[in-house]
């Protein structure tokens, strides 16, 4: 295999593995819990700017860039400040807008800070260097390694690979128990699960953390690799592209959260990269402009959202209740009769 | 009558406004230990809304609720819930993409399994537990005939069926007193009369039970006291026998 080929396919695989831990996180609060939580991405951007400033190193006066606490920390200390930054950001967020507000209500204010977030990031220039954002993030143990390129990138591959199993784990630890079950129920109806003496506003925020922090994570093994961020990654409608892997994929199910991620924002959007720029139609030469197959894509993300909510909701591995209940028990079900 | 007369609930001057509506204006009642004591009155009269203030999901604009010898007025619902007063809905509230069993297993109070590192030690710390819930949610279920449809999704069960899985479900949480909002309604005659039979079974198992309902015929033969409401006022209380021959009472039921 050339080289180019395999710098290609092991990028996608880290982005595929970054992807899942993402929708992974999503899926724990949208298709487990019922939050609907349109501001996701916010989370996976502030672990990505964490992860950054913590590795950068100090700002100094005429750097190219500038932002707010720049340190040295060692390899894995900014995975895990990304985390804890963006369990920090989501267990204030989750303290003013999840206690009182309805959940349609809830789902507004996540979308208006999404837009708050991305115009701060934008305009405070002196945060993390406004439009242009952050560059030359230093890759963890780039030089300790002492790797060619190539050889690094696998390495970089495996390493999110391992981060990716154990979140898939983690979550399943959570689906697979009481705690999902009663999480599923909370979804279905909220005040029911209250009336039988679940604390419904400490659940929401549990979950609310626990899927910020893998959102974090899983933004800063993104940052670390491609070693740059800035506003226009993050926009709003990133959350959607998560939310359609997850409706394509199947709610409530940890596997379609894998296979959606495989689907939409890899396979989805990097097939769109191979859209012709020209070509002939009906013998007329046809150009696209710039930026026509950018904006198309958003166009097929909603479209396959639809598609799905109409033809299958359930997505394509529907959510299986009752799985986790010990297997003797189903195989004696239904001997009362 | 199985147990003696002694209050375990008792509201004392109840009020909620909503705006500038006063749907509750007052009310003082008691239930009593091991009776159903059934809640009746006209469209309106404020009878959910008051059950809804009694279980914690609506906050009382004034007065006092005395639930096993506690202060319990203004308590969320979940607390409410933990202390062993049940409530179920009005429309059905069931989990409707959980199983059947499922439903009746998070009813369970403190499950192990239930934290994050409850949940994340796996069933070698929660499994136990577990198991003995769900053979206690199988009694449940055989007792209430429902133990063929224990697989099933709850949304996909009859309306009949439903109301049964929720009394099940309040079972399953270990209540002392159970808040029925309307057991009946939507129900066939003939499940009605099953679950109006499990329901004073319960009560002779030493069960209190609040029953708010519309059909009379059924709260004569079940509820014992009866409470009547009216413009969000109590208006009457005492035996239904009692109760119905009562000015004030039919003018309710007639006037509105």
Known sequence: MSDAMQFYLSTLLIYLFIDVMGVLGLNLQFGVAGIINFAYIVFVAVGAYTAAVVSLGPDFPGNFQHYLFGASWPFPLPILAAGAASGVLSLVVGLISLRRLRSDYQAMVMLVLSLIATLTATNATGLVNGPAGLANVPQPLFDQLGLPPLEYQWVYAIWAGLLTALTFLFVRGITNSPLGRTLRAMRDNDRAAAALGKNITALRLLIFVVGGVIAGISGAVFVEFIQAWSPGSWLYPETFVFLAAIIVGGSANNWGAVVGALLVPVGFLEATRFLPQDFNLFGRHVVLFSGLVDALQWVAVGLLILVFLWFRPQGLFPERPGRFTPRAAIASAGKGE | ?256
């Open chain 2, 1 to 256: 009558m199985a147990a003696t007369p002694d209050p375990l609930l008792t509201v004392s001057d109840v009020r909620r406004d909503f705006g500038g509506v006063r749907a509750v204006d007052g009310a003082t009642f008691t239930a009593l230990r091991g009776r159903i004591t059934g809640l009746i009155g006209p469209n309106g009269a404020g009878k959910s809304t008051l059950m809804g203030v009694v279980a914690g999901a609506i906050k009382p604009s004034a007065g006092r609720i005395e639930y096993d010898g506690a202060d319990v007025t203004g308590l969320p619902p979940h607390r409410i819930a933990r202390r062993g007063m049940v409530r179920t809905f009005q429309l059905s509230a069931e989990f409707a993409r959980l199983t059947v069993l499922e439903n009746l297993l998070v009813a369970a109070p403190a499950q192990r399994g239930e934290s994050l590192w409850g949940a994340e030690l796996g069933r070698l710390y929660w499994g136990a537990g577990e198991d003995v819930l769900v053979g206690q949610a199988r009694a449940v279920l055989d007792r209430f005939s429902m133990a063929p449809k224990e697989d099933e999704l709850a949304g996909n069960l009859s309306g009949g069926q439903k109301r049964l899985l929720e009394i099940m479900r309040a079972l399953m949480a270990r209540p002392k007193m159970l808040l029925l909002d309307e057991p009946f309604a939507g129900v066939n005659p003939t499940l009605a009369r099953e679950i109006e039979r499990y329901l004073m079974d319960l009560r002779d198992e030493g069960l209190s039970m609040v029953m708010v309902e519309h059909e009379l015929s059924v709260v004569e033969r079940v509820c014992d006291p009866v409470v009547v409401m009216a413009q969000g006022r109590v208006i009457a209380e005492g035996a239904m026998a009692d109760v119905r021959t009562r000015q004030e009472v039919l003018d309710a039921y007639l006037i509105g």
